[in-house]
Nanobody, 122 residues
Framework: QVQLVESGGGLVQAGGSLRLSCATS????????MGWFRQAPGKERDFVAA????????HYADSVKGRFTISRDNAKHTVALEMNTLTPEDTTVYYC???????????????WGQGTQVTVAS
């Protein structure tokens, strides 16, 4: 069965860093694009970052460009999101997801994790 399990969330002070990781199984990870999204309560799920199956191409939301870095390890079937210079506006639940092709749209992603909470204190 398909599983995506995020970890690494937590509480951090503004200006700090966190590294999220997503461990996957049950689908063809090495041929899937992977993405990170975030969603605040009562709001839509917003695109954060995505990476192609090879890791060659990466896309970022403007709000995180220069602060967040997405990476993947096809041997370990994991995808990571390194988050630096965090602000309180980054506080929300972060989800990893898998898609056939890299996309900004949440609807393009077939599989989702359960999410991990990131809280940035001011």
């Amino acid at each position: 069965q398909v599983q995506l399990v995020e970890s690494g969330g937590g509480l951090v002070q503004a200006g700090g860093s966190l590294r999220l990781s997503c461990a996957t199984s049950g689908f063809s990870f090495s041929s899937s694009a992977m993405g990170w999204f975030r969603q605040a309560p009562g709001k839509e799920r917003d695109f954060v970052a995505a990476i192609t199956w090879s890791g060659t191409n990466k896309h970022y939301a403007d709000s995180v460009k220069g602060r967040f870095t997405i990476s993947r390890d096809n041997a370990k079937h994991t995808v990571a999101l390194e988050m630096n210079t965090l602000t309180p506006e980054d506080t929300t639940v972060y989800y990893c997801a898998a898609a056939k092709f890299i996309s900004y749209a949440s609807g393009a992603y077939d599989y989702w994790g359960q999410g991990t909470q990131v809280t940035v204190a001011s």
